[in-house]
């Protein structure tokens, strides 16, 4: 490997001075990426190891290819900055999807192909420096990889694989929000298998707490299935669900029990967190969350995956299960939202219209809508028992994001940029529709509509999931 | 003198320059086919949903999905107006197509005169206005490079000069040094084809495909990598 790397000279501290742009000063970076692991390292070998960890990274996957095209075709026409929230609001050529994708592609350019390798030569100067790898740090994780822009590209360029591809590198040679890292270790390596360290004798807790609830407020006994061999589906939840969606939890639970499948699922106590934070910025990460899914289906014997109300959890298991569980015989993917209408067109929900007075209005998560995937279903429920219901615009494919998307809503130190800078576009959307329940079938959604709620001004406003709703609704005998 | 120059144009340079811009761009094929190709063997998913990616490409190239939606509608139909002319006008034009039956000894339909004039109006008109919505649009000139803004001069170039080849009453200049002009100009665009982002002429057609692909991970591939990168017994 060390062969195709080119070694860069130390280069010294005015030539950084020089180069380095006014946003990039070491107070700048202390105040703006201190979220970013080894903060510390503002000069050293970061290019170096930027260029093996890229190299490697070039060598063992698919990407090249992709890469190689995106290097050479782009017209640069930024149809991609019509579509993007972010550049929409700030009006900072750095928020130009295509100028971000451009860092990392012409790092791969100069470095990469021989062109740009005989051109590094000639003009001798130092290509990649620290401070561009600081503001590919600071800017693929500005940008919520919604993909919103990938649907107005001429060309076809898939921006949300360039910043999925540029955090990737990024994330091996270290730089990667704390958060991420911190949580991802805990489901992969620690003691708890969950990302947010809540140990099986309290989520047991939760769960008879909740059979209590639904006994108390619907008259019926609902178990939790934990453990139980040859179901036909293993469930995978965000695990924040257990701590702050419990009626997305109860929710689902009586859809099983309105439907007369209470034995067709289970959840595993071994593992049992749907969150999946490789999509974001590791597909090493990516591939051991879903081989320990793939283990627990094998373990109880469970025919699917159902991934709970959970957009990007959804994505990585649906888009990347065929991957890593050997193509034809990966088990099938399912989200919960596709079998709770399955249930209501086979008639087997009874849902209140009287329930829900509110206005009711649909928020689609990125990682469910944009490929189309799901998109129908979940307005269908809502109207079937939601008597003010509206649509936002943009919606479905074109919706836009909560603003937390790509991992970011899990970064607390930048929650002033998510709801003042990302998520501003989608506060004067839920404001335009004057809905009282924004419904978000996703756990980041979530998070961070509540907190675009709470600092512009939307009061009145309650997120919930889907299967919150259907809680209050549903009819059981 | 200025006739030496155009016979040395119309001959051995034309043949050189698409000569060069038919190896360049095969070897452009060639790689990506042979990385598409690759790509797939390892691929852990190997359902590539290749018709709708090729479909996805086709939809930009006809101009009703962009005249749907407001943004951009004038840049990107200028833009449709463009690659008409610039497609048309050097494949089809009688005197075009005359040269190639001469060259490669094939010929094909030809453009009626007054449609080629008019395409040829059209494309110059429609490249300005190209340079122009860049230049007006701040997200577009901001990431513009050099060559965003030459092509489009580079390719205004042989096409008033051929108008006025055609039309040498209207030219204001010599009729052989326009000529000249003309045919130099297209034979250093030619050249540049596989060197610039004109590329996309071909690369155009698999950048989709080659998307689909790049999230086609081959399974292992994470801890190969950290391997590579002697991170093997290291945590997250």
């Not at chain 1, 028992?385 to 998307?405: A, I, K, S």
């Not at chain 2, 407001?70 to 449709?80: D, I, M, P, Q, V």
């Not at chain 2, 991970?217 to 391997?227: D, H, Y």
Request: charged share 25%.
């Amino acid at each position: 490997m060390e062969a195709e790397i080119r070694t860069l000279p130390e280069v010294s501290q005015d030539v950084l001075a020089s180069l380095r742009p006014p946003s990039l000063t070491p107070e700048k970076i202390q105040e703006r990426l201190s979220y970013i692991i080894e903060k510390d390292r503002v000069v050293g070998d970061l290019p170096r190891r930027f260029l093996e960890a890229f190299a490697a990274v070039l060598k063992h996957t698919n990407y090249r290819q992709v890469i190689d095209n995106y290097a050479r075709i782009p017209a640069r026409c930024a149809n991609c900055a019509c579509a993007c929230q972010i550049y929409q609001q700030t009006h900072d050529p750095k928020d130009v999807p295509c100028y971000r994708s451009n860092l990392l592609l012409e790092v791969y350019r100069r470095h990469f192909t021989l062109r740009g390798i005989v051109e590094g030569h000639l003009s001798g100067a130092p290509f990649l420096t620290d401070d561009l790898i600081l503001e590919m740090a600071e800017t693929y994780y500005h940008c919520t990889a919604c993909r919103r822009c990938t649907l107005e590209c001429p060309l076809g360029i898939d921006h949300g694989l360039v910043t999925h591809l540029a955090r990737y590198v990024l994330s091996e040679i270290g730089l990667v929000p704390r958060a991420l890292v911190i949580s991802t270790r805990e489901q992969l390596e620690g003691q708890t298998r969950n990302t947010s360290a809540i140990p099986w004798p309290a989520i047991a807790d939760t769960l008879e707490f909740l059979e209590e609830e639904i006994k108390d407020d619907k008259g019926v006994d609902v178990k939790f299935p934990v453990d139980q061999p040859g179901r036909e589906f293993i469930f995978f939840a965000p695990v924040s669900d257990y701590l702050m969606e419990a009626e997305t939890l109860m929710g689902i639970a009586v859809v099983f029990y309105a439907t007369g499948a209470m034995d067709s699922w289970t959840i595993s106590t071994e593992f049992l967190d749907g969150i999946n934070y490789g999509l974001f910025y590791s597909d090493w990460i990516l591939e051991r969350c879903l081989r320990e899914e793939l283990e627990q289906l094998r373990r109880l014997e469970a025919r699917k995956i159902l991934i709970g109300e959970c957009g990007h959890a959804s994505r990585s298991a649906k888009a990347f299960m065929r991957t890593f569980g050997g193509g034809e015989k990966a088990p099938p993917v399912v989200n919960i939202m596709e079998y709770t209408y399955r249930a209501l067109k086979e008639g087997k929900l009874r849902l209140d219209p009287d329930v829900i007075s509110e206005r009711v209005t649909y928020h689609d998560p990125c990682n469910l809508a944009r490929t189309g995937w799901i998109i129908d279903e979940p307005r269908e429920i809502l109207r079937s028992f939601c008597r003010d219901y509206v649509e936002m615009e943009p919606r479905g494919q074109w919706n836009l994001c909560c603003g937390g998307g790509g991992g970011t809503v899990s970064v607390d130190e930048i929650r002033p940029y998510r709801t003042g800078v990302t998520g501003v576009k989608k506060a004067e959307q839920i404001r335009a529709t004057g809905a009282h329940y924004v419904v978000a079938p996703c756990a980041n959604c979530k998070k961070q509509l509540r907190e675009v709620c709470e600092d512009n001004g939307l009061d009145d406003v309650e997120v919930v999931g889907l299967h919150d709703l259907i809680y209050k609704a549903i009819v059981l005998e | 003198m200025l006739e030496s120059w155009i016979e040395l144009a119309r001959g051995p340079l034309l043949r050189l320059a698409l000569l060069a811009m038919a190896v360049g761009l095969l070897r452009q094929v060639l790689l990506q086919v042979w990385e598409i190709s690759w790509a797939f063997h390892r691929a852990g998913d190997q359902v590539v949903p290749w018709r709708v990616a090729l479909r996805r490409n086709l939809e930009w190239l006809l101009p009703w999905r962009y005249l749907q939606r407001k943004e951009r509608r004038a840049y990107n139909f200028t833009s449709f107006l463009f690659h008409v002319g610039v497609i048309a006008v050097p494949l089809f034009l009688a005197g075009h197509v005359a040269i190639w039956n001469q060259e490669l000894g094939l010929s094909w339909w030809t453009l009626p005169p007054a449609v080629a004039d008019w395409l040829t109006a059209i494309t110059v008109v429609a490249a300005l206005g190209l340079l122009l919505g860049r230049m007006v649009n701040s997200a577009s000139r901001v990431i513009s490079k050099f060559q965003d803004w030459a092509l489009p001069v580079l390719c205004i170039l042989p096409f008033v000069t051929g108008f006025w080849v055609a039309h040498p009453l209207w030219s204001p200049f010599d009729a052989q040094v326009v000529y000249l002009v003309h045919l130099l100009s297209a034979e250093l665009l030619l050249i540049l084809v596989p060197f610039s982002k004109l590329v996309h002429m071909v690369l155009f057609w698999v950048s989709q495909t080659s998307s689909e692909l790049g999230w086609r991970f081959p399974p292992g591939s994470g801890e190969r990598v950290r391997v590579t990168l002697g991170k093997e017994t290291e945590g997250i």
